[in-house]
Nanobody, 123 residues
Framework: QVQLVESGGGLVQAGGSLRLSCAASGRTFSSYAMGWFRQAPGKEREFVAAIRWSGGSTSYADSVKGRFTISRDNARNTVYLQMNSLKPEDTAVYYC????????????????WGQGTQVTVSS
């Protein structure tokens, strides 16, 4: 079992930055990739970024490539999403998830999800 808790969301002006954190508890092992997904009201949940739990390989959605960076801490039980040059189109609830793949995964590839944290970017 894996439990995930996101933090760090908030309100920011366009061009600003936020850092999201996701703390994992329970049983974890190297086969679990970690990912960030987002969902705007009335829209489907979409992939943002993912990282292999062991090894550090990453992937990003085209819409955030060059602006967002996913990373993990030394204990490999917390993942981060550094978001720079934020745009109003980035406004959504951001979810941390644990699953099997890191190479541009779909939401259906992940079994464990956090409750989400709201990110709002004003014009």
């Amino acid at each position: 079992q894996v439990q995930l808790v996101e933090s760090g969301g908030g309100l920011v002006q366009a061009g600003g930055s936020l850092r999201l954190s996701c703390a994992a508890s329970g049983r974890t092992f190297s086969s679990y990739a970690m990912g960030w997904f987002r969902q705007a009201p009335g829209k489907e949940r979409e992939f943002v970024a993912a990282i292999r739990w062991s090894g550090g390989s990453t992937s990003y959605a085209d819409s955030v490539k060059g602006r967002f960076t996913i990373s993990r801490d030394n204990a490999r039980n917390t993942v981060y999403l550094q978001m720079n040059s934020l745009k109003p189109e980035d406004t959504a609830v951001y979810y941390c998830a644990a699953g099997g793949g890191y190479n541009h995964p779909k939401p259906r590839d992940y079994l464990y999800w956090g409750q989400g944290t709201q990110v709002t970017v004003s014009s």
